[in-house]
């Protein structure tokens, strides 16, 4: 079911939203060659609780870690693992949900591992630029396929696939709600937007085809070629005008130049 936010709603789940970018902030400096993805997530699962937030994706569906670490190949729901050691040149994406007084926030950043490659460089910044163009889709009127279509339609042009398998969602009262918001798609299709729905928009791109393929934890999906994948995410409302991003530092940097210069966004995610 579609509800649509009250201002209180709104609110808190701003202010978890405020709570978790400044937890991926803080994660910058501690992303880097050498550690293990489970210390990255005992670190997030740390910072989540100090910030008197719950780390909602423990046990979620038997999910069992507080984050989803997915190196390189891996698209989505990457188990942390002790033994997996970031290397100079890795891409991480670090996805993860919380809340706090029961409203949720849910964002992905990807973090460029020491020096990476050209290739890296390239997935990471159309990734993000994508993710903002699907964003500036979401205007009251105009419909989930216009979001899709953004992001596809300039992802394709720069080389990279777009993946189908996972798409963004509604969110609050819980985690996952209608609709469901896929990174491809028709113009002017689908379901229309309203003021006060909150969502997510959360493209992953491929440099190699986009079919997935999930490991035997039944969980962790990684590319059928190999091929490197990425994600950032935000969540967001709709309001009378632009949409408002709620997983955000409340500052602007490097936004100049993407035709977004209106969005108080963050793009300097990464290292």
Known sequence: MITLKSAR??????????ILAHIHEQMRDFIRPGISTMAVNDQMEKLIREAGAI???IDFEGYPYATCTSPN??????????HFILKDGDLLSLDTVISIDGYFSDSCWSYAVGEVSDEVRHLMDVTKKSLY???EQCVPG?????IGHAIQEY???EGLSVVREFVGHGIQPTMHEDPMVPHYGDPGKGLRLKKGMTITVEPM???GDWPAKVDDNGWTARTVDGSLSCQYEH???????????????????????LGIEDYEIDLNFDR
């Open 9 to 18: 709603e709104i609110e808190g789940m701003d202010r978890a939203g405020s």
């Open 235 to 257: 969540t967001l409302v709709i309001t009378d005008d632009k949409p408002k991003i709620l997983t955000m530092q409340k500052f602007a940097e490097d936004d100049k130049g």
């Open 55 to 57: 780390p909602e994706q």
């Open 133 to 135: 163009l699907g964003i």
């Open 73 to 82: 190949d891996v698209i989505a729901h990457g188990f942390p693992d002790e």
């Open 142 to 146: 105009n419909r989930i396929g216009d």
């Open 205 to 207: 791109l491929n440099t």
């Open 155 to 157: 992802a394709e042009g």
